[in-house]
């Protein structure tokens, strides 16, 4: 596609369920990022892969959290046992890697709601 | 405490001047950057600026960098309804010219333009 693509776009869980948000970066982007945006705050870095391997994820608030990028493309962002303090919109972004001017693409998010 | 600090609401008349503003913390970002959330999108590049420049300026939009104060803003001539939208202003200190963007963001300003 043309744009990054995240699924789903909407996701509403119980507390203590396990959850798979999928991002979908431009083609030929080899950086990826998830970020998660609460409500009323700015965007907070959680993890940015570099082609398949996690260049950074100091980001990741704690081990209920984990991402993977098996083919350097797709990612799957997965929350373990998840706690209402996880309800955000989650946002996936990809950018060309090498060089540029530091743009990042981003989706439109998939909102998590943990009730 | 905050890393990127921008007041949190705007409100202008249509076809006045918009001016938000930013501080932020890092001397060492490369970059800085102002993004554009419109309701239930993902967050958009609106423009950038190169930490040597004390100035940029593309069609409305005025970016202007104080960089002994750590400062930031964006002048948004002739405000349209359409311009109502989510701006934040975001960092980039972990910028290694490898291709890391790990941005952080400021809560953003929420600008409101009135017909």
Same mark, same amino acid.
Do not use: W
């Given at each position: 596609g043309a744009g990054v693509s995240q699924t789903p776009s909407n996701k509403v869980t119980e507390k203590g369920k396990y959850v798979e948000l999928r991002c979908d970066p431009i083609s030929g982007h080899t950086a990826l990022y998830w970020y998660r945006?609460?409500?009323?705050?700015?965007?907070?870095?959680?993890?940015?892969?570099?082609?398949?391997?996690?260049?950074?994820?100091?980001?990741l608030p704690n081990?209920?959290?984990?991402?993977?990028?098996? +083919?350097g493309s797709v990612s799957t962002l997965k929350i373990q046992r998840t706690e209402r303090g996880d309800s955000a919109v989650y946002l996936c972004a990809s950018s060309p890697g090498q060089g540029g001017t530091g743009e990042l693409f981003f989706g439109e998010g998939s909102r998590l709601t943990v009730l | 405490? +905050?890393?990127? +600090?921008?007041?949190?609401?705007?409100?202008?008349?249509?076809?006045?001047?918009?001016?938000?503003?930013?501080?932020?913390?890092?001397?060492?970002?490369?970059?800085?950057y102002w993004y554009k959330q419109e309701p239930g999108a993902g967050l958009q590049l609106l423009t950038y600026i190169?930490?040597?420049?004390?100035?940029?300026?593309?069609?409305?939009?005025?970016?202007?960098l104080n960089k002994k104060d750590k400062?930031?803003?964006?002048?948004?001539?002739?405000?349209?309804?359409?311009?109502s939208a989510i701006y934040f202003c975001a960092e980039n200190p972990t910028y290694s010219g490898a291709g890391s963007y790990q941005l952080t963001f400021g809560k953003g300003t929420k600008l409101s333009v009135i017909p």
């Open positions: 945006q609460s409500l009323g705050q700015g965007p907070e870095f959680l993890i940015y892969f570099q082609g398949t391997g996690a260049a950074d994820d100091s980001g081990d209920r959290f984990f991402a993977v990028r098996p +083919e | 405490g +905050e890393d990127v +600090e921008q007041s949190l609401f705007l409100s202008v008349r249509e076809g006045d001047s918009s001016v938000i503003n930013c501080t932020y913390t890092d001397s060492s970002s490369t970059y800085l190169f930490s040597n420049m004390d100035m940029k300026q593309d069609q409305r939009l005025t970016v202007l400062h930031l803003s964006l002048r948004i001539a002739d405000t349209q309804t359409g311009d």
